[in-house]
């Protein structure tokens, strides 16, 4: 099903062009990942359960997922419209679940080198590891210059063992080896030119952000006094430095809270965060600071510090209380010292982590701009010298491991450009994205279901050592959870207008009351507010109405000729078809057994959600052979309203023409299954079953007396 | 709107017994909106027939499918040309009008009626219709606050309620509301009571000669095409 994503044309990004039949929105989510991911479509699979798949969609966007798994900010997770109805889908913790699940560490990458033209990468974080994976993909000779003795930049010496383990960096640091990816650890490039020298054609600097900024006060120089990047870095190297017992960080980001949450983990009993805003806007991510909250850190907000002294082997701090006053240009309240509020405290560790900036050696001979970063054309990623690239945080400031991937992934397609002469194309999509709030009343009528989140280590036992904070989803909560994507920009459009008889079912049979009639007259189905049901493409008495991707279009019948044609050799009897909900029940495994250890042939054609079941489906398998048929939803876990109601319209519709056909009614079923265990499920099927075969026993026996 | 409903599959076997191919035609227009004889209807009805058909044991028609936009206009019948070619009967999803006119324009082909036309209705909800009107050619619709007796009153009586009206209810049906009971309450909401009070004297059914024309035109040179 997805090979398609290899061979079809791919844009400059690489991600792959859609046929001109797909209608769908792109979603909030991928519209905001910096990669542009294909969030909806791995959420959907992971929602089947089929991890496998999801990985696959995810590794085609994505050239470290593991990493991405465990450490990124996702932002998508903040453009989630599901935050409108409850709260936003755990996607990051989903993506975990698939590397996890899906076996990521497994998969092996292999590459080919087709061009000559070497290409030298100096810096080996995410932005610099991105850029050798694309060019190796495209395949060039690449070799990567790390000043450090470990690979990995920011992903090794900045974020700490509990947040990323030292195993995901290492083994996508071998898997680049693997494709042929040359490494020089222990290697400081001091000179661009060296390298155009030693024959490299094009140079990528992703160098970091790693300079602690200075806090401009007095006394900063005393001892005592360090950087979050430095410490960070040092522990992150195996070294254990000395705090003494009270450390105070100072700063409001996610350095200074890695910083506090390290000293905590080496073993400080005293650990303050000192922020010159209040909470709300303080920039660390909100689970970060709620982690470090609840493993004890103290964080007192609207003071900051003004001097530092040295004495009596203590480190005096005088802060300043502050208050907030008028919003900057970007919207953020400015703090105002409160006159007359300072006070001293007495700690022995000043931690500062107000901030980094990339540290240029001289002899790279590029223009630096503002705060010390690299200046780059926006599109090319082209510095003033020719053949020289830039990204990451060494031309952005600090920022996320999933932007220096974007930016690497970047580089590595405007190298290539490069190298091969042509002009960069532009990133051109004709695809819309899905904007808009929704309505009032959808958000009503949406099933409300909470989030669920992956079980975290108990607070006493993360402070202890650097052991993984976050565990990975289990099965059951991964699938669950992944059911409450609203699946936003691939729902139901009326595809034939001159179709269309405004007959309103659509109107009438819609549970989120989404379809309206406009002044005009003409039923509108409003794409940002379609929940993907499906269930008036099922009644629309004209089929004007279709699912926005084609895929989904002709799903079930594919489904079911590939059943019926695999069921047509087996000899089990009674042959028997279920349309059986994927969502859930086949996600958390329970219902894999059922037909393989039933008496009867059973074969399952799977769906998503059983209100796309259409009555032809249900009436086809007979004709092929089959003696019995049934529907099973998901019941009680359904994210959706009302569905089972529209399978059980469908079965009286088919079973009346069954009657009439002269093939007995009960032979078409509808089951609803039970939370989880599927016992119940399996009970009625066995009932089910006994049931065809009498019927076909006793149509045999009246054949004969016929006969 | 025309509403119809789908006939029995028994009856339809029946009628098609002689043929071999046969086109099964639908309507988009009224019977789409009355989910009986629209583009899903007719896939539908294809592949219960085959079913049917193979049930049978004989499996020797040959189905093939159309859904026109309207069946009751000439110039949207011009693709029969082609799809009834090579057909030995049309099956009609059409109303009445449908499938008359579809066998107007097949001179030399049997076209079968797939459909019961039934009434002039409209639907009360998803899935439920009700007749709302005879087409008598005599509207006093002016008269009855909107409701009409004939078609809603059991009796068709001009001159309600009877006797057997219960509770605002039809003495037939329990389920079934007092037409006339219903124009009372409209009349006095409208403050217009003493309509009722009027006699109507009994329908001319003599003055309405079937068949019906209806003409908007006069007969002048010139105008549309020929």
Known sequence: MYSSLNSKSQDVNGAARRPHTDHSFIPPCQAKCPLQMDIREYVDLAAQGKVMEALQVIRSGNPFPSICAHVCTHPCEEACRRTQVDSPVSIRALKRFAVEFGGDRMVLAEAETTRPEKVAIVGSGPGGLACAYYLRKLGYPVTIFEAHAEMGGMLRVGIPQYRLPRAVVDTEVQRLISMGAEIRTNTRVMSLDLLFDMGYKA???????????????????????????????????????????????????????????????????????????????????ETEIKEALEEGVNIQYLVAPVNIKRANGDLCVTCVRMELGEPDARGRRQPVPIEGSEFTMKVDTLVSAIGQAPQMPGGFGIRIGRGSTIQVDPLTLTTNRLGVFAGGDAVTGPATVVEALAAGRQAAHRIDDYLQHKYPRPVSTNQPVMTGELDQQTIELVRKIGRFEPLYLPVEDRTRDFKPVESVFDWESAVNEARRCLRCGVGAEILFQDKCASCLNCVRVCPYHVPYIDMA?????????????????????????????????????????????????????????????????????????????????????????????????????????????????????????????????????????LAQIGIEPERLQAFVSDKNDGRRLREELERFTEQVSSLCLASILKQEVRN | MIVAEAKNLTE????????????????????????????????????????????????????????????????????????????????????GIGVQAVAERLPDLPVLPGVNTSFLGMAKEWGVWDERCAACGDCRLDETAGICPITRCTKGILNGPCAGTKNGRCEVSKEMDCAWVLIYQRLENMRQLETMRRYYPPRNFRAIPRPKRVLSKINAAGGGHE
């Open chain 1, 203 to 285: 140079v990528f600097v992703t160098i970091g952000a790693h300079q602690g900024l200075r806090m401009g006060i007095e006394g900063e120089e005393s001892p005592g006094v360090l950087d979050g990047a430095t410490l960070l870095r040092e522990v992150n190297l195996g070294l254990k430095p000395s705090l003494g017992q009270r450390v105070v960080v100072v700063g409001g980001g996610n350095v200074a809270i890695d910083a506090a949450r390290t000293a905590l983990r080496l073993g400080i009993p005293s650990v303050d965060i000192l922020y010159r805003r209040s909470r709300k806007e303080m920039p660390a991510d």
């Open chain 1, 521 to 657: 007259g003409t039923i509108i189905i409003p794409p940002d507010q379609c929940q993907a049901c499906g269930i008036c493409v099922a009644e629309c008495p004209a089929r004007a109405i279709v699912m926005r991707k084609p895929r989904e279009r002709r799903h079930i019948a594919d489904e079911l000729d590939h059943i019926v044609k695999t069921a047509a050799q087996s000899k089990a009897r009674p042959l028997l078809i279920g349309f059986l909900c994927q969502y859930g029940l086949f996600g958390t495994g329970t219902l894999a057994g059922l037909w393989r250890s039933g008496k009867a042939g059973i074969w399952i054609v799977p769906v998503l959600c059983t209100s796309k079941v259409e009555a032809h489906h249900m009436l086809r398998p007979f004709e092929m052979g089959v003696e019995g048929v049934f529907v099973a939803g998901c019941g009680e876990q359904c994210s959706r309203e009302n569905t089972d109601h529209w399978v059980q319209q469908r079965i009286h519709k088919v079973r009346k023409l």
């Open chain 2, 12 to 95: 339809i076997g029946k009628t098609i017994a002689p043929y071999g191919r046969i086109l099964v035609l639908g309507c988009g227009t009224c019977v789409t909106v009355c989910g009986a004889g629209g583009e899903r209807e007719v896939a539908l009805l294809h592949d219960a027939l085959r079913l049917m058909d193979m049930k049978a044991g004989n499996g020797k028609h040959v189905f093939l499918e159309c859904t026109l936009k309207r069946q009751c206009d000439p110039e949207f019948l011009d693709v029969l040309e082609e799809k009834a070619a090579n057909v030995d009967a049309v099956l009609s999803l059409g109303c």
